[in-house]
């Protein structure tokens, strides 16, 4: 039989943001451990501290905030996020709905400069060039010149940063749990499971803590990237 180890890369995509704007507010908030998607909740809700009500990770409006901040991290209109799920139920209706998701916008770049100025650089660059480069060397030229094409080259560093740091701790794990027949099981978003010997599960569960706990350097900043483990699956041979 084998045993299935799975994980979540967590927050990744949150991760080489922050190191590729430079934004070193939301470097500190995840470094801390606090959850980030609560404390943007917060901003975007102009709240001091949490309400009564809060429901923590499953709050709706913790959801709603979290969807709205990250429209607002790939360059999308605040004014147009009242079609997100929930929003009419959290008062955000119409006109007077889109204006508060504007103000919402600008406290969220308020709390985050260096993202905005990421922005604003990004854009320029990508004007004159239409080219974008990921962390790790990847780079993706656009044939389009539009601002379509400007919104995806501005994703690039991000999606497929966190798309080359999946390929490149699945290749270093490969290497380590081939020689005990361990294998590549599936892969879904930013999860992976692998499958080793019954005899291995402990020492496979080692071996990828060690691939993740090795820094990724990212625009000038060393990124240890945390996993969320699953519980391990049993399965037969």
């Known amino acids: ?38 404390e943007n909740c917060m901003t975007v809700f102009g709240w001091q501290e949490l309400p009564a009500d809060w429901q923590g990770k499953k709050d709706e409006r913790r959801t709603f ?51 905005k100025r990421y922005h604003e650089r990004m854009i320029a660059q990508y004007r004159q060039t239409w080219l974008a480069r990921s962390w790790d060397g990847r780079r993706r030229a656009s044939c389009s010149r539009n601002e379509t094409a400007i919104r995806e080259l501005v994703n690039q560093p991000f999606q497929a940063g966190v798309s080359g740091l999946f390929n490149l701790t699945t290749v270093a794990i490969h290497a380590r749990l081939a020689p005990m027949s361990g294998r590549f099981v599936y892969q879904a978003h930013d999860s992976a499971w692998w499958g080793v010997p019954l005899g291995e599960v402990s020492t496979a569960q080692r071996i990828i803590e060690e691939v993740f706990a090795e820094p990724r350097r990212i625009n000038g900043h060393d990124i240890v990237f945390k996993i969320d483990r699953k519980p391990t699956r049993y399965a037969s041979a």
């Open 65 to 115: 905030a979290k969807t709205f901040t990250h429209r607002l991290d790939y360059l999308g209109n605040p004014a147009t996020c009242t079609d997100i799920p929930g929003a009419p139920e959290l008062g955000f209706v119409g006109s007077e709905g889109a204006q508060k998701l504007e103000a919402a916008a600008r406290s969220y770049f308020t709390k985050y400069p260096g993202l």
């Open 1 to 38: 039989g084998e045993g299935w180890l799975g994980y979540d890369i967590d927050k990744a995509e949150l991760w080489i943001m922050a190191a590729e704007a430079n934004e070193t507010t939301m470097l500190d908030v995840l470094r801390s451990g606090r959850d980030i998607h609560t």
